[in-house]
Each structure stands twice: as C-alpha cells, then as structure tokens.
C-alpha cells in the first residue's frame, strides 16, 4: 500500500482536493481525511505532515469545527490554509474576528521574511483570496512572513515548532506559486522524498478490485466518456470476462454518440457491449420537470433501474462500477468533511437501499487529468482520453427548463457545430469543455425581411486543469463569429448567440 506522506484534514471548503491534487503533482501522495480525524488515528499512518484545509464556516461560531489539539504535539509540521490558518491562530492563543473588508478574488502578495515556506517564491506575485474572517491577533511565537494591501497576516509562521498558516489558497490555478509553496512545505519542510505515480495506483486499484469481486460478476455502466471507459478498461484488466459492460442510451447523448460509443468499444477495447435502448423510459419521466436538481435525481435514478433491469438477466453479478471522480464527490457531497453542497451528480451518494449491488467506484479519488493518465496507460487510444468532459445527466442539464426532442434536437444540432469549428481551428485541444446551452430565452430578430421570435442559445468554452477551476476561453472573434454565424443559419429557431465570459468559481461549468 502506498506510504502516506502528506495528511489534508477537511475542513470543508470546496478546494480541499485541489490541496491533494497540487502535491500529487509533485509525486507526492496524501490523503483526505476528517477534520475530527483523532491524532491516533493520524500517527497511525505515520504521516510527515499536516495541511488544515479551509472551510465554510468562522472559528468564533459556536459550532465551529476543531481538531483533536494533540495533533499540535505530533513532531511534524503542519500547515494551515484560509479557515485552517484561523484554526491555528485560535488554537495557539491568537484571535480571529469579522473582516471589515471582505477580501475575495486576486492579490498580491509582498513577502515579509525568508520562511523556507516561500523558498524560491518572487515578491508581488498573485495569490487568491476568499474570506470574510481575519486573524487580528497572533499567537505568541508567530510572526507575519508575507502580507497583501487588505491582510497583515497573508502567511504567518512559528518557525521553531514548524507550523505555517496562510490566509490565501496556494492550491488554486490562480495563485501563481502556491503550487511552489506547497512543494517547499512537503519537500523542505516536512522532508518527503518518496515519489508517487500513476501507475502505482493503477496496480493497487486493480490488486484491490481483484481482491474484492473474487469469481463475482460486475456489471460496469458506460456514457461512452472518459470515466467509464477508464473504468471498463480497468475492470477488464482486473477481471476479465467477469465484467459485464453496459451502454444505457437515454436520448440525451450528443448526436451520433451511440454509434461511436459502440464502435469505439468494439475496436478499442475488444469487449462485449450491451446496449439498452431506453429512451422513452427517461424522456417519459423527464417530461414536465424543469428543476434542476430533480432533473439529476431522475436521471441517476433511471439509470441505476435499467442497470439493475440488465442485471437481472445475468447470475452471479454482485457489483456495479461507476467512473465517479473527485469533483463529482466534492460537489455533490462531503465524504470527508463538512463541505457544503454545490449540486448532486446523476452517480455520487451510492446506492438505493432496494438494490442488491456494491459499488466499485475505483476512480473515486482522482482528477480528470490523472483519469487521463491511467487511460493511456491501459492501452486506450488518445482521441477516447482526449475527448472533452459530457456529464452523465447530458443535455437535460443543458436546456433551460422542461427537457423535451424538438428542444434536445436543437440544442444537439448547434452543439455539432460548435464541435466542428474548435477542432478545425485547432481551439478543442486547447480547452477543457465547450457545449451550447438552450437558455429557453426567446427574443426579436430579423432573418431576411421577416421578424423572427426564436430561441437564444449560450456557446459555453473554458480552459481548466481539473475541472474544480475554470476561466472562460478567450476565443478569436473570428472564431466566435463564424460559430454564431453558422448555428444562427444553420439551426431552425434560433435567432441570437451569446457567449459566456464568467469562471468557475464564482459560476459552476456547467449551468445546472
């Protein structure tokens, strides 16, 4: 089993696993665990150290989240980012009060002292912020190493008992060496040395999954994407002919996607595909619903009834595999901490209590990217590993409003285009996602000498590493012309294109 070098305690927030992903980066491997993780439990995995993450919540509130304090007296370092800091501060004698100035968005940073935290790390570089709490009084043996224009306290540190706290988020793209700083706090600070791949944790998921299914059957769900076809490969890397792949076509597929998922499945990866038609089944309970959530709630639920529906003509299956991922998890529920739900995902929270299988979720810890990764080394074909992210909910979480054919007719025939012109512009490999949203707007335009009164569409492309941040592609006019151009001329009944310049945060990629 891989040596835990790093332990990130959640405390919440919505970056928790972009702390883990940043050092995984490095080759370093960590491990999330609960805020109110004891420190025995903690010695147990004789970590080099800590990182507090930070949390939705304030330190003074009544409820507020605490560690086990003897994790202070454990002889390794430890680390606090944003509510972590304001964790340390309180736990070592120091205050925390409401900020006068909310601070949220970029800053810079102006280093203050030479902490081995900010080794090699220019002065005035940015950071990202994202509180309302400040640290007003430090504790007795810390002092400031870095501030910003609205926070005197931007990084603080006790050198002699080796505990950092920052008011920032090194973890995020948009702080500009904070993936540094957190390489000099594993590295230099705690000495970690061991190096982490890949492919060691392909091994161990396919030792495991042997290890757990035995001579049982698994039945494997598969959209066609990227998760499933990981997690398919995987499973028959492990398992062999005990897994049994199942392709659910739910008519919210993008057009010709049943047709490539079949092919790819058949030449690539070589393996029996069963294909259900049930089309009608998930329109029908669609039909009528506009709420979001529900929407997604609906969707997972069918799914998990077709799947059980097919399992049912097979003996001895007693898994279902699903290619669930980190930000899935991270947006949909805590599984480690209090973080605070941002929507449900169509294949996260497990199972329904009338269904008979376990799960197998074995990309359930990873990124997108390291997703990726494992895909090539399986063996997959780049253009399947490639391919842009397309949720599970699919194009229902795209139109609007009630999910119904002419509308997903629509949305899918502006969707092809749009396809179309990234890649032959050479701009689809250079972003993470780009889809067409049905906004169910409808405005006044002229078409010829004719008033028209049609549907609004929103073109929707962002550049990210993981999908947990995004920033909209700053596409070439020309580019996003001839897009709006041709879906306007190409697509009966719509009428206006907009573009969508906003980042996540503070919006999600997706628009519901």
């Known amino acids: ?37 004891s ?24 409820d507020a989240y605490e560690v086990d304090k003897e994790i ?69 043996g810390f002092s400031p190493i870095a501030t910003s224009s609205n926070s005197p306290y931007a990084a603080i540190a006790n050198e002699e008992k080796r505990v950092y ?61 990227v998760d499933s076809s990981v997690v398919a490969a995987m499973l028959y890397e492990a398992i062999g002919d005990q897994l049994i792949p199942v392709f659910v076509d739910n008519g919210l597929l993008r057009k010709g996607e049943r047709e490539q998922v079949e092919e790819v499945f058949k030449i690539n990866l070589k393996t029996p595909l069963i294909t259900v038609d049930a089309v009608d089944n998930f329109l029908g309970k669609l039909a009528g619903i506009s709420d979001p959530e529900k929407k997604r709630k609906i969707i997972g639920h069918t799914f998990i009834e077709e799947f059980e529906k097919e399992a049912k003509k097979h003996d001895g ?7 669930t991922l980190y930000p899935d998890v991270i947006e949909s529920i805590s599984v480690n901490g209090p ?29 997108k990217d390291e997703v990726r990764k494992i895909g090539l080394e399986l063996g997959l074909p780049e253009g399947m590993i490639n391919r842009h992210p397309f949720p599970g909910p699919g194009l229902a979480i795209r139109i609007m409003g009630d999910v119904n054919v002419p509308d997903l007719t629509l949305l899918r025939e502006a969707d092809v285009i749009l396809l179309e012109e990234l890649k032959a512009s050479g701009h689809y490999a250079k972003t993470w996602q780009a889809f067409v949203v049905l906004l169910n707007v409808k405005s006044v335009g002229v078409m010829g000498d004719n008033r028209t009164y049609d549907n609004t569409v929103c073109v929707r492309v ?23 151009r041709r879906i306007i001329n190409e697509v009966d009944g719509i009428n206006r294109v907009v573009y969508d310049i906003s980042s996540k945060p503070p919006a999600t990629i997706e628009w519901e």
Not at 11 to 34: H, M, N, V, W
Request: aromatic share 8%; proline share 4%.
């Open 165 to 225: 706290a920052m008011q920032y988020h090194p973890e995020v793209n948009h702080s500009e060496e904070g993936y540094l700083m957190l390489r000099n706090f594993a590295k230099n600070i705690c000495g970690v040395t061991e190096k982490w791949k890949m492919e060691h944790f392909l091994k161990e998921q396919i030792k495991m999954i042997r290890q757990k299914v035995g001579d049982a059957k698994v039945l494997c769900g598969l959209s066609g994407g």
């Open 462 to 484: 962002v550049e990210a590493v993981d999908g947990m941040t995004a920033t909209f592609a700053h596409l070439p006019h020309e580019l996003l012309e001839r897009i709006s």
């Open 72 to 140: 202070y007296n454990m002889g390794i370092p430890v680390l606090g980012i944003c509510y972590g800091m304001q964790r340390i501060a309180v736990d070592f004698g120091g205050s925390v009060v409401r900020s006068l100035h909310h601070e949220y968005g970029k800053a810079e940073l102006k280093i203050q002292t030479d902490s081995p935290l900010l080794a090699d790390c220019e002065d005035n570089r940015i950071v990202w912020m994202s509180h309302s709490d400040k640290v007003d009084e430090l504790p007795v």
């Open 39 to 62: 420190a025995k439990d903690i010695g147990a995995k004789n970590p080099k150290g800590l990182i507090l993450s930070g949390g939705p919540s304030s330190v003074y509130s009544e």
């Open 339 to 367: 973080s605070e739900v941002i929507k449900s995902h169509h294949n996260v929270g497990g199972l329904p209590d009338w269904m008979d299988f376990e799960l197998i979720e074995p990309l359930r810890e990873l990124f």
């Open 317 to 323: 299956i007693k898994f279902l595999a699903q290619g």
């Open 1 to 37: 089993m891989t040596n835990v070098s790093i332990i990130v305690l959640d405390f919440g927030s919505q970056y928790t696993q972009l702390i883990a992903r940043r050092l995984r980066e490095d080759k370093i491997y960590c491990e999330i665990l609960p805020y109110h993780t």
